[in-house]
């Protein structure tokens, strides 16, 4: 087996590398996006810890103010390039959904035995899966075919049956995957 020369960019090696950090977005090598899940949910966690007495169950916030904060600051450090890893496993979209969960039972004051299906009616919050797919359609939605070719024919495509346990597209998962009590 012949050993291969390493990659170079204007005469410097470039080293390989198990993830790599790119706009924000924690690449690996297979693509599954765990990594980055982890650090999206531990930087969310830590948003939501700057802002514990303001979402603590006993602020005199009103709630509406509380799910405006959790809307406003932490979904969106959660969730930041989602139609990027949208097709993860459903094991990293339960850890976000579970994430959610807790913070709405936070928002809501919500007793322990309340279902999480009622708290989201309740606080008419999308589960996250369903938000990142209206996510990811709005952004289809602005990209013309003229613009983007390859791009909308890729994404948008049905995924093929086959023994793949992950669809193609983050748009043919259901939304069963998320956490109900």
């Known amino acids: 087996?012949?050993?291969?020369?390493?990659?170079?960019?204007?005469?410097?090696p470039v080293p390989f590398v198990s993830e790599y950090k790119?706009?924000?977005l924690i690449l690996d090598?297979?693509?599954n996006f765990d990594s980055h899940i982890q650090k999206a949910v531990t930087k969310a966690k830590?948003?939501?810890?700057a802002l514990g007495r303001l979402l603590a169950r006993k602020s005199t916030l009103a709630v509406k103010h509380k799910l405006l904060l959790y809307k406003s600051i932490i979904r969106p450090v959660m969730l930041y390039d989602s139609p990027i890893w949208g097709t993860t496993s459903i094991r990293n979209l339960r850890k976000l959904q579970v994430f959610q969960d807790q913070q709405l039972v936070r928002i809501a004051d919500a007793p322990w035995y309340v279902r999480h299906k009622l708290i989201h009616q309740y606080l008419k919050i999308d589960p996250v899966l369903d938000f990142m797919k209206i996510i990811t359609k709005k952004i289809l939605r602005k990209?013309?075919?003229?613009?983007?070719?390859?791009v909308t024919t890729s994404t948008v495509r049905p995924a093929v049956p086959s023994s793949r346990?992950?669809?193609?597209?983050?748009?043919?998962y259901t939304s069963g995957c998320h956490h109900n009590r």
């Open 46 to 49: 830590n948003s939501s810890f």
């Open 22 to 24: 790119y706009l924000g």
């Open 143 to 150: 990209i013309t075919p003229d613009s983007q070719p390859i």
């Open 29 to 31: 090598a297979r693509l």
């Open 1 to 12: 087996m012949p050993i291969l020369n390493p990659i170079q960019s204007f005469g410097q």
């Open 165 to 172: 346990k992950r669809p193609k597209t983050m748009l043919d």
